[in-house]
């Protein structure tokens, strides 16, 4: 097996956090996104036809792009730690925020990037900075509903630290370093959870690999 991806990447690095969980080692290669790297027609034709990374190709020559859907497939593989929960009921729980993780938060954080920095000005065809500016706002709405949700539980989906935790701090990492979109100080349970995967070991470890490839 073999990992396309560009480390950092807020969706890659979902499935570079959920390999460390999971101590998961895998030969990868980085793809110059900046230069259309994952645009390319041999790109297109070979690993992915819409596009992007991450991409897992498997020994068999298949091609699984998809973030969540390479998680799945590792999880598959490697089921402990479980990420994508044990019941039915845990499972459909966690399956439940990483949804909404991914509709109300990352789609929002990508309308930021793509209409309201300069880095992305090639990517649409006309950026629209209202609507960089009303995804803002949505996404600073988005960290408020998640401190209010977070009153009775230590992760996003439950007591147990989850996929959904890493769509929602992969993102918010993003948004944070990226986009300057910082938690505000008063969302004092959603810092001290940003915080704590941010010093978890597999969070630690998956930087330092990153960094060790000359990724920053
Ligand atoms: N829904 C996809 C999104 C993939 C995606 O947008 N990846 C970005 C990196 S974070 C990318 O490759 N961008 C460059 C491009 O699409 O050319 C997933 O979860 O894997």
Request: glycine share 6%.
């Amino acid at each position: 097996m073999k990992l396309y991806t560009y480390p950092m990447g807020p969706n890659p690095r979902r499935v570079h956090l959920f390999m460390a969980e999971k101590g998961i080692e895998l030969p990868w290669e980085k793809v110059e996104l900046m230069n259309g790297g994952a645009r390319s027609p041999e790109f297109l034709a070979k690993r992915n036809p819409q596009g992007g990374v991450p991409v897992l190709e498997l020994d068999d020559g298949t091609h699984i792009a998809e973030s969540v859907a390479i998680c799945r497939y590792l999880e598959a593989l490697h089921p402990e730690p479980a990420l994508f929960g044990r019941t039915p009921k845990e499972q459909a729980i966690i399956e439940m925020w990483s949804r909404r993780i991914e509709q109300r938060l990352m789609m929002p954080t990508g309308m930021v990037w793509i209409h309201g920095s300069p880095l992305t000005r090639g990517v649409v065809p006309k950026q629209i900075p209202e609507m960089a500016e009303f995804s803002r706002k949505v996404v600073q709405h988005y960290y408020g509903f998640l401190e209010a949700q977070m009153a009775d539980r230590e992760f996003i989906a439950g007591n147990t630290y989850s996929i959904a935790d890493i769509l929602a701090f992969t993102t918010i990492e993003f948004a944070v370093r990226l986009l300057e979109l910082p938690i505000d100080a008063s969302h004092t349970r959603l810092s001290a959870w940003y915080a704590g995967v941010a010093a978890r070991p597999a969070t630690l470890q998956a930087n330092k690999e990153a960094e060790k490839a000359g990724v920053p």
